[in-house]
């Protein structure tokens, strides 16, 4: 997409790249309800971009979704995000926010710079870099299978942090 565009890959659809991003985004919005993969699944430079994920996005070998760039990145997942060489989820030096509904993203999310927000209610990943600058983390649910660096402290807090409920404790 040349300009800032909504674009939405419906349950029956995909969006396959075999040697380029499978989307490459100049920021607007991106809802995807089927499946995205490329050597990068979701490329996005320039503008703010919002991602809303209830299916798979896959990177063959590189993120699942990586921004370059001061912008700011909103990503909403219910899905998978996968990234085959360790980082799923990479965003740059804007206000980024990253909200796990459920799902699952393998491979480490890794927001960049600037004030960064990280909530999760359900599903697992595997581990969370809040980059530097302050940061904002809240878990009410699921499950960080790895580390966890808070970029305030600039240290790993915890490995392998999982929400308790009241389910669990009786």
């Known amino acids: ?12 659809a995909g969006v396959v790249s075999q040697q380029a991003s499978g989307i490459s985004a100049n920021g607007g919005t991106l809802n ?24 798979t996005i896959l990177g063959t070998s590189g993120e699942g979704i990586v921004a370059n760039g001061k912008i700011n ?21 804007g206000s980024d926010t990253f909200n796990m509904n459920g ?3 393998t491979g480490q999310i890794r927001q960049g710079d600037g ?33 966890f660096i808070k970029a305030t402290l600039n240290q790993p807090l915890y490995s392998s942090i999982q929400a308790q409920t009241a389910a669990d404790s009786s």
Request: proline fraction near 0%; aromatic fraction near 4%; charged fraction near 10%.
């Open 1 to 12: 997409m040349a300009n800032s565009a909504s674009f939405s890959n419906a349950a029956n």
């Open 32 to 55: 995807n309800a089927r499946s995205i993969s490329g050597t990068t699944g979701v490329s996005i430079a320039n503008t703010a971009e919002t991602i809303t994920n209830s299916s």
């Open 73 to 93: 990145v909103s990503i909403t997942n219910t899905g998978t995000i996968v990234g085959v060489a360790g980082v799923a989820v990479r965003t740059d030096t």
């Open 103 to 105: 799902g699952t993203v």
């Open 115 to 147: 004030f960064d927000a990280f909530t999760m209610t359900a599903g697992q990943i595997d581990s969370l870099d809040q980059g530097d600058g302050t940061d904002m983390f809240n878990m009410s649910g699921g499950r960080i299978v790895g580390v």
